[in-house]
């Protein structure tokens, strides 16, 4: 109760003393703004915003619907959500964060979703797009294209690793629930759609046109709605990024940032960890980009550099937190549980990164010769081909899973 009522006036005299530290450094404050304003302008809106488009046509059109059928049987008993959530996974893993948690806050709007099953999804599917981890952190700070296979396996495989563990999040109120103990809490399986079968192609279609006709737009108000809340969304995602980094310029010319890197550095040095790492994390707590291209210039072995690469990928900075949290608003979705995952996200990415490190730099080279890194490291074109390629994937998994199912239940049914 305490914490409650200090939050305010502590909120207030936070701003208050940035508002002060930005009157006494505006030539830095401007600096930082157009750093902020070019890598939103260079990176993150041609990487993110055709996805944010395409994603709200798919949804429009029901396709959604449609791989949300066909998922069921994958997604369902192992993540505990319901098939939909397999085309978020696929979107927000081609895409990056904030395309996962965009994602589900629509699904929620939609009642696809609940509040548990939506922050189950959101846990795992928040993550670096590869296009940027394995060309602009490999490549471009690290230097090292066979850094890039163990980058990926470390950070996406901690990820659906996360996402099986997010399973047990919120049983004992789904039970609860289930069971009527909770007043106006919503049923495990409330936001499927009744008119949705799983297990069948024809019922997958049916599914997808009954979507189509309840949403009863016609392509162009589809596009131009699309168009007009991609906009609004990159335009929130490019001011807090720019936000983040003004913040950390006026934090360091405020000596905060030197602080925190030497409390930082001995705490590291503490568990036996590189000291020259503490500028990295630190930075990248707040901002992703700056915190990995931190990783690739620190004075530290290279297995710990990557580590710490892989630790702030897998967090996502403050800026990323505060995109998702954007994003949720209105939905009933809780921060916590997304916290608690990024940090667990953070450490497994860190530990698998040194765990695999010889096993993975020794198959590095010929696995860094199956992809060629280009100058357009964020072509929309690479992150399609990408999207393709992994819902396929998830697909022939799941149609798998349906045919064991099914071949068990012949298996066990009874003999006459």
Not at 8 to 33: Q, R
Not at 71 to 78: A, K, S, V
Not at 209 to 232: I, N, P
Request: glycine content about 12%; aromatic content about 10%.
């Amino acid at each position: 109760m305490t914490l409650n009522k200090l939050r305010g006036p502590l909120l207030a005299l936070g701003l208050a003393v940035c508002m002060l530290l930005l009157l006494l450094h505006p030539e830095a404050a401007l600096g930082a703004a157009l750093r902020g304003l070019a890598i939103w302008w260079d990176v993150l809106f041609p990487s993110l915003f055709p996805f944010f488009v395409i994603s709200e046509l798919m949804l429009g059109f029901g396709v959604v619907h449609l791989f949300g059928a066909l998922f069921d049987p994958l997604m369902r008993p192992l993540f505990r959500i319901p098939g939909t959530g397999g085309f978020v996974m696929a979107m927000g893993y081609v895409s990056g964060y904030p395309v996962g948690a965009r994602l589900t806050a629509k699904l929620r709007e939609q009642n696809l979703l609940t509040r548990v099953e939506g922050e189950r999804l959101v846990a795992f599917t928040t993550s670096s797009d590869p296009i940027f981890l394995l060309g602009a952190v490999s490549v471009g700070f690290f230097q090292n294209a066979a850094l890039g296979p163990c980058l990926a396996v470390a950070h996406y495989g901690s990820g659906l690793l996360v996402g099986l563990l997010m399973s047990f999040h919120g049983r004992k109120e789904e039970a609860g629930a289930a069971l009527g103990s909770i007043p106006g809490q919503e049923t495990p399986r409330s936001g499927k759609p009744k008119h949705q079968k799983t297990g069948g192609l024809g019922a997958a279609f049916a599914s997808m046109a009954e979507a189509r006709r309840r949403d009863g737009r016609t392509l162009g108000e589809l596009l131009k709605g699309a168009v007009q809340s991609s906009l609004h969304l990159i335009i929130v995602v490019g001011g807090l990024v720019v936000f983040f980094t003004v913040l950390m310029e006026l934090l360091n010319r405020a000596g905060v940032m030197a602080f925190l890197f030497s409390v930082i550095g001995r705490f590291l040095s503490l568990f036996g960890f590189p000291g020259g790492l503490a500028e990295a994390i630190t930075s990248g707590f707040f901002e992703v980009t700056l915190g990995a291209k931190g990783a690739g210039n620190a004075a530290a072995p290279l297995p710990f550099k990557a580590a710490a690469a892989a630790f702030i990928l897998s967090w996502g900075g403050l800026s990323v937190h505060a995109q998702v949290a954007s994003i949720w608003n209105g939905t009933g979705l809780r921060y916590m549980p997304f916290m608690a995952a990024r940090f667990l996200h953070a450490f497994l990415a860190a530990g698998f990164t040194l765990l695999l490190w010889r096993p993975m730099m020794d198959a590095s080279p010929a696995l860094a010769r199956l992809w060629t890194p280009v100058p357009a490291l964020y072509s929309p074109a690479s992150g399609l081909e990408l999207l393709c390629l992994l819902l396929a994937g998830t697909l022939l998994l799941s149609l798998a899973a349906a045919t064991a199912g099914r071949l068990l239940r012949l298996l066990r049914r009874p003999r006459s």
